[in-house]
């Protein structure tokens, strides 16, 4: 700096050596003040958490004067998806195309509305998914809302920043829409309750459509009471009913496609319930073979060279036909919109549109008949008092900026279809977290039952949320160590209940000879053979690795790992099982079959 100074009183009557020191200064002045404002803005942006696209104030409707009781959502603070139309704003649909092609609102949606005559105050809308398409929450317009209990992984979507705003407490309670889960998959990702209602008890004048056979009005909170007090501002419930029973329902095949320990998950809504009153003994039920009995027009979606009772190919195949009517009733409501304008998209709901647009959809009847079949089958299972308990989401939130792999969004759709198709209600509830990402489990009951589900939610929450915290400090039981002859017998009266085609018996043998000798890998292989018949996957593969890392080179145990991954839509695991299996032999042709098959599928 000396140097400097001395170099400007040495030639301090040359104008041109003050013409560069007072660019220079200046130059250092307006960086100074860019970093500044980009610092405020970093900082404005880190208090919103990037969920809102507007802020803006919608004043709730003038309280009524006393002895009238109090506006039932008084106090309240929500925010919208920018899907729901606000009068004098622009719609956007997470979009700024669209935004910029469409007019001002002229009246403000009828859900918005009910909210404001109920004594909420609505502060403005929230970014979303473009067009409703994806369940990722990312937005290349307009950013990512950052996942306040995970941000450097997705908050979920499409309906984002809702979830987002209330995880930060931000606000209240936010809606948003659920179409293929846009409003269960963000609940799940934050860790806060999202609710699906049945399908049409929400009004949808003033709310752009995405798939209206499959559209949902959805809302989050972190406080049941207040879920509880939307749902019933929403969907016009009595405030008192009769206090019914209830009956859980669990979908032990539909946990499989979870990697969360069933002690945190089944155990801990068992161990809650116990301690409640009006609530039946659990009931567990092999999902997937129920829908393929019930739901015969599934056969039409499933692949040629999968059978419905094999596994969960049943639910792919109500997948395949959820997304076929999603892009169907896209396209008819937005394909004149997209070829006109051309909008710039996002590279992953591009390929959605494209893939809608361009699709011929034949035999559409069809689409609606597994709606009407799937509605009338989870009727028939749940009756008047049963509830599915199924897992939210098979997988914790991906990374920001990876994209989303055919396997996600295929073990995602497998499990988010049921209330899709079947129209039924579904809440999502947070369950504390596994190996540090947030997790969930969800409850479905029969179409028309939210009161019923909202109700449970309200009653069991405090129960399940200290079994949570009980199940989070709980260590697994290891594994025992006995008698190597008589673990040897047990293992060939297991190889003998195996051949008579007598699977639980062989599993029940194996299992008695492991707590015998744990260390076996044989044993652990033979039972994972026994639970692949069964359809019990999960297991499976659990079985696959104990004997993998007793046994490196056990081509038996990579093939039926293999299997179990591939069962369970994990594709790219499956496929390296079955690559390790052809090191190992390189002439196995189950082997070699299913790596091919696989390699298309992943590519």
């Known amino acids: ?6 170099l400007i009183k040495a030639n301090a009557s040359n104008p041109k050596v003050w013409l560069v020191a007072g660019i220079t200064v200046a130059g250092i002045i307006v960086v100074a003040e860019t970093r500044r404002r980009r610092k405020k803005a970093m900082i404005i942006k880190r208090e919103d958490f990037g969920a809102f696209m507007e802020r803006f104030e919608l004043i709730p409707f003038p309280q009524p004067p006393p002895p009238a009781a109090k506006l039932p959502l008084s106090g309240l603070t929500f925010a919208i998806k920018d899907i729901f139309d606000v009068k004098g704003h622009a719609t956007g649909f997470g979009n700024p195309d669209w935004q910029r092609t469409h007019e001002v609102a002229d009246k403000t949606a009828v859900v918005v509305t009910a909210l404001l005559k109920n004594g909420a105050k609505c502060v403005g809308k929230t970014v979303m998914d473009e067009l409703a398409f994806g369940i990722t929450g990312e937005n ?27 995880a930060a407490e931000l606000v209240d309670f936010a809606l948003g829409t659920d179409t293929i889960g846009c409003v269960r998959v963000p609940a799940s990702f ?10 049409g008890a929400v009004s949808t004048i003033g709310v752009l459509p995405n798939s209206q056979s499959l559209d949902a009005i959805g809302w989050f909170a972190c406080d049941p009471s207040i879920l509880h007090r939307v749902g019933n501002v929403l969907l016009q419930l009595k405030a008192v009913e009769p206090r019914r029973g209830r009956h859980l329902v669990f979908a032990d095949d539909l946990f499989q496609l979870s990697k969360v320990p069933k002690q945190k998950t089944v155990h801990a809504i068992s161990k809650a319930v116990e301690k409640l009153s009006g609530y039946q003994l659990p009931k567990h039920v092999n999902f997937c073979l129920f829908i393929a009995s019930n739901v015969p027009s599934l056969k039409g979606f499933c692949q040629h060279s999968t059978n419905l009772q094999n596994g969960i190919s049943a639910l792919q195949a109500l997948s395949s036909a959820m997304v076929s009517l999603q892009r169907y009733e896209f396209k008819t409501n937005h394909e004149e919109w997209l070829k006109d304008v051309k909008p710039r998209l996002g590279p992953e709901v591009s390929r959605c549109v494209l893939a809608a647009i361009n699709n011929t959809y034949e035999n559409i009847k069809s689409l609606y008949k597994v709606r009407t079949e799937m509605r009338a089958a989870m009727q028939s299972l749940l009756k008047d008092d049963g509830i599915l308990v199924i897992p939210t989401i098979a997988d914790p939130p991906l990374k920001l900026k ?18 899709s198709m079947s129209g039924c209600c579904q809440v999502s509830v947070p369950l504390g977290e596994h190996d540090g990402c947030p997790i969930s489990v969800s409850f479905v009951t029969y179409h028309g039952a939210d009161k019923f589900l909202l109700d449970t939610v309200l009653d069991m929450y405090a129960s399940l949320q200290e079994q949570v915290s009980i199940a989070s400090n709980s260590a697994p039981l290891p594994d025992l160590n006995g008698n190597m002859d008589a673990s040897e017998l047990l293992k060939e009266k297991g190889n003998a209940a195996f051949k008579g085609k007598q699977w639980n018996k062989a599993v029940n043998y194996y299992t008695e000879a492991i ?62 099982d079955f690559k390790h299996a052809l090191v190992l032999e390189p002439q196995n042709k189950v082997a070699n079959l299913a790596e091919k098959r696989l390699r298309k599928l992943v590519s």
């Open 402 to 419: 990876k994209g989303s792999s055919t396997e996600f969004h295929d073990r995602a759709c497998a499990l988010l279809s049921v209330a």
């Open 140 to 166: 290349k317009h307009y950013g990512t809302p950052t996942n306040p209990n995970m941000p450097s992984n997705v908050p979920g979507g499409s309906s984002s920043g809702s979830a987002v705003a209330v």
């Open 515 to 576: 707590k015998l000798n744990g260390t076996n890998a044989t044993y652990y292989n033979n039972r994972a053979a026994a639970y692949l018949e069964l359809g019990c996957f999960q297991q499976a593969e659990e079985d696959c690795n104990k004997a993998i890392s007793f046994d490196k080179k056990n081509v038996k145990a990579y093939l039926r790992r293999g299997t179990a991954r591939d069962s369970l839509l994990c594709y790219k695991e499956a496929l390296e």
């Open 1 to 6: 700096m000396s140097k400097t100074l001395n």
């Open 190 to 199: 934050c860790g806060v309750l999202g609710f699906r209602p049945s399908h």
